[in-house]
């Protein structure tokens, strides 16, 4: 096989190598992303369940404070931000947020406040 073809092959086995891994690369990072978004979640929401309940146990006096502060200072202390905090009758709604680098999350939860409000 005449040496111009030799180089010709070995340039185009070099190109489909370099795609493959561009390829891959790509795919790994998507993988990563998403198991990130996920993460980001699921801690958005265990947020949002803590912070329910910090202010359903304060309306029932078990924590000292005014329920939708001690909400907030639930969700600040774990990275999140309050958007909103509605008390109705003996139930508390809760809405917080968290961001991280590419995400924004929202998450929302409910408490019933049991016992003497």
Same mark, same amino acid.
């Given at each position: 096989?005449?040496?111009?073809?030799?180089?010709?092959?070995?340039?185009?086995?070099?190109?489909?190598?370099? /795609?493959? !891994? *561009?390829? @891959?690369?790509?795919?790994?990072?998507?993988?990563?992303? $998403?198991?990130?978004?996920?993460? =980001?979640?699921?801690?958005?929401?265990?947020?949002?369940?803590?912070?329910?309940?910090?202010?359903?146990?304060?309306?029932? /006096?078990? !924590? *000292?404070? @005014?329920?939708?502060?001690?909400?907030?200072?639930?969700? $600040?202390?774990?990275?999140?931000? =309050?958007?909103?905090?509605?008390?109705?009758?003996?139930?508390?709604?809760?809405?917080?947020?968290?961001?991280?680098?590419?995400?924004?999350?929202?998450?929302?939860?409910?408490?019933?406040?049991?016992?003497?409000?």
């Amino acid at each position: 096989m005449p040496a111009q073809n030799r180089h010709l092959e070995n340039g185009s086995v070099g190109l489909v190598v370099a /795609g493959l !891994i *561009a390829t @891959i690369s790509l795919y790994l990072t998507g993988l990563s992303m $998403a198991h990130s978004w996920l993460l =980001l979640e699921v801690r958005t929401q265990l947020v949002a369940d803590l912070a329910a309940i910090a202010a359903a146990d304060t309306m029932t /006096g078990i !924590i *000292a404070g @005014i329920p939708c502060e001690n909400a907030r200072e639930i969700a $600040a202390g774990n990275g999140a931000s =309050l958007d909103s905090c509605r008390i109705v009758s003996e139930v508390v709604s809760i809405r917080v947020g968290k961001q991280d680098l590419f995400f924004e999350v929202f998450a929302s939860a409910k408490a019933v406040a049991m016992g003497p409000t």
